[in-house]
């Protein structure tokens, strides 16, 4: 177990690390969506902090503002207690929504742009404000947070923008399998 930790720790270390240039790292009062039932779980480890840019730039209310990434990481002892987790966390989902496994929606109320990568025993979340939401920028966000915390067989959640769609886009589960449910 404790190599699992130590890897974890060199994914996210080296995340940050490649991302302090343009954004500073913060840890304390960092605000960001309620992610729903997950944030209440016991986990073998987690981490939370917020990119927030070094820089201001336009946002999608014409503000000049720091952009503001923020990242939640969860990692459980085994496989099965995570699909324990994931049993709970899609009844309640975001902002209390609620998701079922496999199955794409139009919208997810109240949601914020979010991509979930679930991996192992592992998952990770990526968030923004909706007013910061820019479609080119979300695609390279999905694409780094694979590279730091995905792998081929990753189960991939995003939602694609202001209150959804929310689209399992890579290695969906079965939505007849009952694993999740």
Same mark, same amino acid.
């Given at each position: ?75 459980? %002892? ?6 324990? %987790? ?21 919208? %997810? ?73």
């Amino acid at each position: 177990m404790f190599g699992q930790n130590e890897d974890l720790l060199q994914r996210i270390n080296a995340f940050k690390t490649d991302h302090s240039i343009d954004y500073k790292i913060k840890s304390f009062n960092i605000g960001g969506e309620r992610l729903g039932s997950i944030e209440y779980e016991e986990s073998d480890f987690e981490t939370r902090f917020k990119l927030e840019g070094r820089n201001k730039t336009k946002d999608n209310l014409d503000r000049n503002v720091r952009f503001d990434i923020y990242i939640n990481i969860y990692e459980f %002892v085994d496989q099965e207690e995570l699909n324990w %987790v994931m049993k709970r966390w899609l009844k309640n989902f975001i902002d209390g929504n609620q998701i079922r496994p496999g199955r794409d929606t139009r919208t %997810v109320p109240h949601a914020n742009p979010s991509i979930i990568i679930i991996e192992k025993e592992r998952v990770s979340i990526l968030n923004q404000p909706c007013t910061q939401f820019e479609p080119i920028s979300f695609r390279e966000w999905r694409s780094k947070m694979l590279t730091y915390f995905g792998s081929p067989s990753s189960i991939i959640i995003e939602i694609g923008g202001c209150e959804g769609p929310l689209n399992w886009t890579k290695n969906a589960p079965d939505p007849r399998d009952r694993t999740w449910k």
